[in-house]
């Protein structure tokens, strides 16, 4: 089992009553792709559930839930050599866990468009995961505030860093 760092979060967004609300989920929950999934499935959202988790500073993964679908995005499937949650996620999506020679570069893996019906298109998600400059937590961040849910995840934020 991977160390939970200070920098872990995971923040679920769902849409109530026309508005987006965004709850801290346990920071336990970065552990396991099975824990983030069954945490989600519990809000009050009849629509969409989104989670943006950041692991220590290095990637970052949003999952989305509609109904009984389950859409997934990891920023650096290289990351799974080292994080059982990214490995987790490239074995539900079926992807093989690279090789070692394989680990020069960040390889954003799963639903590319997992964004794009809320306005972050393939190409902008793929920018942001492979800028090296950012560290994942500003990623999100900045996710949030384009599709239009800044304050709420803001207000999550601070509440995961007190957890």
């Known amino acids: 089992m991977t ?3 200070s920098s872990d979060f995971c923040i679920a967004i769902y849409r109530e009553d026309d508005v987006w609300e965004a709850e801290a989920l346990p920071v336990e ?6 824990a983030v999934i069954s945490a989600l499935r519990r ?3 009849i629509g969409v559930v989104i989670a943006l988790i950041a692991v220590a500073d290095d990637f970052f993964v949003i999952a989305r839930i509609i109904g009984s679908q389950v859409s997934l995005f990891v920023s650096d499937l290289t990351a799974s050599v080292d994080w059982p949650l990214a490995r ?3 074995e539900y999506l079926d992807i093989a866990v690279p090789y070692d020679e394989d680990l020069d570069q960040v390889l954003p893996a799963g639903d590319l468009s997992i964004l794009a019906d809320l306005g972050v298109d393939e190409m902008e998600l793929c920018a942001l995961s492979g800028d090296l400059d950012l560290y994942p937590d ?3 961040a900045s996710l949030a505030r ?4 800044g ?3 803001d207000r999550a934020l601070d509440v995961a860093a007190q957890q």
Do not use: H, K, N, W
């Open 3 to 5: 160390e939970v760092t």
């Open 29 to 34: 929950v970065t552990e396991s792709l099975d």
């Open 43 to 45: 809000l009050p959202s």
């Open 88 to 90: 987790q996620v490239l």
């Open 138 to 140: 500003e990623v999100l």
């Open 146 to 149: 384009r599709i239009g849910f």
């Open 151 to 153: 304050p709420a995840f």
